[in-house]
């Protein structure tokens, strides 16, 4: 069974940096593309970033040029680094792992991350 960890969230102000954290156990993970979404109350949940196990990365535009995403396909984790954090990047943060042979779509818990004075 497929679980997902995150670690990382938290209090930042405008402008900072947060770096999370995706532990993945129970899985073939070579076939899995990994990534972080994010989603705020009474709103979808949106994608922030994903990457393939060859390490090709995809960001949302909101997001290009701030935040980072990576894997270490030896440890079965993905990170998100966020810089020049601002207000509206507030949400609950989720990794996700989905496995393109199967298509299935696994969620970890989430992470509250808060960018505020």
């Known amino acids: 069974q497929v679980q997902l960890v995150e670690s990382g969230g938290g209090l930042v102000q405008p402008g900072g940096s947060l770096r999370l954290s995706c532990v993945a156990s129970?899985?073939?993970?070579?076939?899995?593309?990994m990534g972080w979404y994010r989603q705020v109350p009474g709103k979808e949940r949106e994608l922030v970033a994903t990457?393939?196990?060859?390490?090709?990365?995809n960001y949302a535009d909101s997001v290009l040029g701030r935040f980072t995403i990576s894997r270490d396909n030896a440890k079965n984790t993905v990170a998100l680094q966020m810089n020049s954090l601002k207000p509206e990047d507030t949400a609950v943060y989720f990794c996700?792992?989905?496995?393109?042979?199967?298509?299935?779509?696994?969620w970890g818990q989430g992470t509250q991350v808060t960018v505020s004075t």
């Open positions: 996700s792992s989905h496995n393109v042979v199967t298509m299935n779509l696994y």
């Open positions: 129970g899985g073939r993970f070579s076939l899995h593309v």
């Open positions: 990457i393939t196990s060859g390490g090709t990365a």
